[in-house]
């Protein structure tokens, strides 16, 4: 079992940044590979990014590559979500998720992941 909780998000305005957290409890935090995932009104959950367990294996999705970046601190069993240069079309609810089963590599879909946070509100002004 792994409980997340994700805090950071806002409101901020366009070209701005803010930094996601997503801590972890429970099992093993660094046995699972994590990701970040957003939902827009009206949208399906779409995938942003992920992380291996040791963090050697980064994937972003096309629209957030080079002005997000997703780390992690096993020894604080946190993963982080850096986003830079925000759009209007970067407003959602964001989710962490741990993957369990492919902990040395990245997954896109969200049905790869075993546990999800309750997830952060995230809005981005013109």
């Known amino acids: 079992q792994v409980q997340l909780v994700e805090s950071g998000g806002g409101l901020v305005q366009a070209g701005g940044s803010l930094r996601l957290s997503c801590a972890a409890s429970g099992r093993t935090f660094s046995k699972c590979a994590m990701g970040w995932f957003r939902q827009a009104p009206g949208k399906e959950r779409e995938f942003v990014a992920a992380i291996s367990w040791i963090g050697g294996s980064t994937d972003y999705s096309d629209s957030v590559k080079g002005r997000f970046t997703i780390s992690r601190d096993n020894a604080k069993n946190t993963v982080y979500l850096q986003m830079n240069s925000l759009k209007p079309e970067d407003t959602a609810v964001y989710y962490c998720?741990?993957?369990?089963?492919?902990?040395?590599?990245?997954?896109?879909?969200?049905?790869?992941?075993?546990?999800w946070g309750q997830g952060t509100q995230v809005t981005v002004s013109s």
């Open positions: 998720a741990a993957d369990t089963s492919h902990i040395a590599s990245t997954r896109r879909s969200e049905y790869e992941y075993d546990y």
